[in-house]
């Protein structure tokens, strides 16, 4: 641990235990062992993840002081579409866990705040007894979940949800409660929506103005992949926050490690509706990169990191690549609890992905081929279905959402949630 956040870290340890000393007076009696958890050791290129369990009273007093968030919406129609751009990957995830319903509740809540909190405009609230700024509390009562549960669930929504930029690495919980906490330096509301603005344009100025409607899929991961690598630097200073996510690579900053090099690829092929998953793991220390899902419907490795070098050449060595070129990355699984968890991940195809323009540049879901997702697609894929016509070619194998060789109810289901819009993904 770096000697800095060592003795940060003491500071809050020791203000939590004046607190508990307090409580103790009044007859609260709290267990300082289960109380605060270093749940990942900052290492390799990976930030220090921190959990602090603490009595549902204690929350409440600060619910008290809590300041109150205006439902205004202060934020450019840009950056609301911006907003729009998480994934859903880790939700999915959570129907496979304990207390499937209660996790993807408090992760619907955590989506609810986030959004608000980001484009409000107004300040958090101080935390003086933690000395951190509190973006708002969750009520988790009635669904019986877990400390590590708690924990899993605030990490994966952040895993999931990159365009929530100033979402801290700390989090504070007690059996029913959920504190969500912001980076110090998006406490102020004003600071928070120009970052969020300026995002908004580096997403369009830098990104999005390199790519056209009539590119493939490969062409708009590439155009990305290499618009990051020639727009920033690798930051050798892990101890900046912003370093960590979108904020250090798509501000004036200009700088981040692999987390936020893995998360502007995945907040951008959000953007173009491009499947794809934010992972953890080790690469000779802890490090993240991503899976993209190809028009072929396997899952390929890519590493936008590790193609930036130094020599200033567009590197494409861990650029969707298959398991035979990427043997030097183990990813995290879904075996490990609080924040050593990670949802579990598909198949990963063996072989390169190799790009060839004479094949159909198919879009899943776009039935029709009219370059969107919309009601129609979801009549045809109905109707198939429902076996009251016949899909054939492109038309079947952009209905096959789940790329399994048939066309059923759960590809109709999928189509349905992305465009009532319950999904951003399909």
């Known amino acids: 641990m770096r000697t800095d956040r060592a003795v940060k870290y003491f500071l809050k340890v020791s203000i939590f235990l004046l607190c508990i000393v307090g409580l103790g007076m009044t007859g609260t009696e709290v267990k300082a062992e289960e109380e605060i958890q270093i749940v990942r050791e900052a290492t390799g290129d990976l930030e220090q993840l921190e959990a602090i369990q603490i009595p549902d009273e204690v ?3 600060w619910e008290k002081a809590e300041s109150s968030q205006e439902a205004l919406n202060r934020a450019s129609s840009a950056a609301n579409q911006f907003l729009e751009y998480g994934s859903e990957y880790g939700y999915q995830d ?5 207390h499937a319903a209660g996790r993807q509740y408090a992760y619907q809540q955590i989506e609810k705040l986030s959004r608000s909190f980001t484009v409000n405009g107004a300040d958090a609230a101080e935390n003086n007894s933690y000395g951190s700024f509190m973006a708002g509390t969750i009520d988790l009562s009635g669904y019986g979940l877990t400390g590590n549960e708690i924990v899993e669930i605030y990490f994966t929504f952040r895993n999931d949800n990159p365009q929530f930029f100033w979402l801290s690495n700390h989090m504070i919980y007690g059996t029913n409660k959920l504190v969500v906490l912001t980076y110090d330096e998006y406490a102020n509301g004003a600071v928070r929506l120009a970052a969020l603005e300026e995002i908004t344009g580096t997403a369009q100025s830098v990104y999005q103005s390199r790519v ?12 990305i992949h290499d618009a990051l690598i020639a727009d920033i630097e690798y930051s050798y200073d892990t101890s900046i926050p912003t370093a960590h996510s979108i904020a250090g690579a798509m501000t004036s900053a ?10 502007v690829m995945q907040v951008m092929m959000n953007s173009y509706g491009i499947t794809n998953i934010y992972v953890t793991g080790d690469a000779g220390g802890g490090h993240a990169w991503n899976m993209v899902r190809m028009n072929d419907g396997k899952y390929y490795w890519l590493d936008a990191t590790w193609d930036d070098q130094e020599q200033e050449v567009f590197w494409h060595d861990y650029f969707l690549v298959g398991n035979k070129n990427f043997t030097d990355h183990t990813p995290d699984l879904p075996t490990g609890t609080g924040t050593e968890f990670l949802y579990e991940l598909p198949q990963v195809s063996d072989d390169d992905y190799v790009y060839d323009p004479s094949k159909p540049n198919i879009r899943i879901g776009d039935v029709n081929e009219d370059g969107d997702v919309n009601l129609v697609d979801l009549m045809m894929c109905l109707n198939h279905v429902a076996k009251k016509g016949q899909l054939g070619g ?11 060789g048939d066309v059923n109810l759960i590809d109709l289901m999928r189509i349905l949630n992305y465009v009532s819009k319950k999904s951003t993904t399909l």
Do not use: H
């Open 254 to 263: 200009r700088s981040a490690v692999c987390e936020g090099y893995a998360k």
């Open 59 to 61: 929350i409440e007093e």
């Open 212 to 223: 056209s409607s009539s590119d493939s899929s490969y062409q708009k991961v590439l155009k």
């Open 94 to 98: 959570m129907a496979k866990r304990s």
């Open 394 to 404: 492109n038309a079947f194998l952009a209905a096959d959402v789940n790329e399994d």
